[in-house]
């Protein structure tokens, strides 16, 4: 059984740092895919950022880029996000998520190619 654990959510002020960490465990297939995705209040869950396994390729939303960084340590089964110089609109619960179609040096912003997720993590940032 695949279980994806986030943490490292919390209450921060704006433009305070923030790293998250998503631990995976249960996984059968060595190459995969990781992303992290988030859903503000009243809004639509979206991507935030992805990496592929070779650690290569990764993919930024606009929103995000310049102060979020993604990393993962395929030896620990572990995906990471740190988050810098955060704005209130990053108030959100994120959600660590796989595709373990992923190729070795491809990860996809879409949702739907993830399917396996955590429950999400809570990001508050007062202003």
């Known amino acids: 059984q695949v279980q994806v654990v986030e943490s490292g959510g919390g209450l921060v002020q704006a433009g305070e740092s923030l790293g998250l960490s998503c631990t995976v465990s249960?996984?059968?297939?060595?190459?995969?895919?990781m992303g992290w995705f988030r859903q503000a209040p009243g809004k639509e869950r979206e991507g935030v950022a992805c990496?592929?396994?070779?650690?290569?390729?990764?993919y930024y939303a606009d929103s995000t880029k310049g102060r979020f960084t993604i990393s993962r340590d395929n030896a620990k089964n572990t995906l990471y996000l740190q988050i810098d110089s955060l704005k209130p609109e990053d108030t959100a619960v994120y959600y660590c998520?796989?595709?373990?179609?992923?190729?070795?040096?491809?990860?996809?912003?879409?949702?739907?190619?993830?399917?396996?997720w955590g429950q999400g993590t809570q990001v508050t940032v007062s202003s």
């Open positions: 998520a796989i595709d373990d179609t992923g190729p070795y040096d491809y990860c996809s912003a879409t949702e739907t190619d993830y399917n396996y």
């Open positions: 990496v592929s396994w070779s650690g290569r390729s990764t």
């Open positions: 249960g996984l059968t297939d060595d190459e995969n895919a």
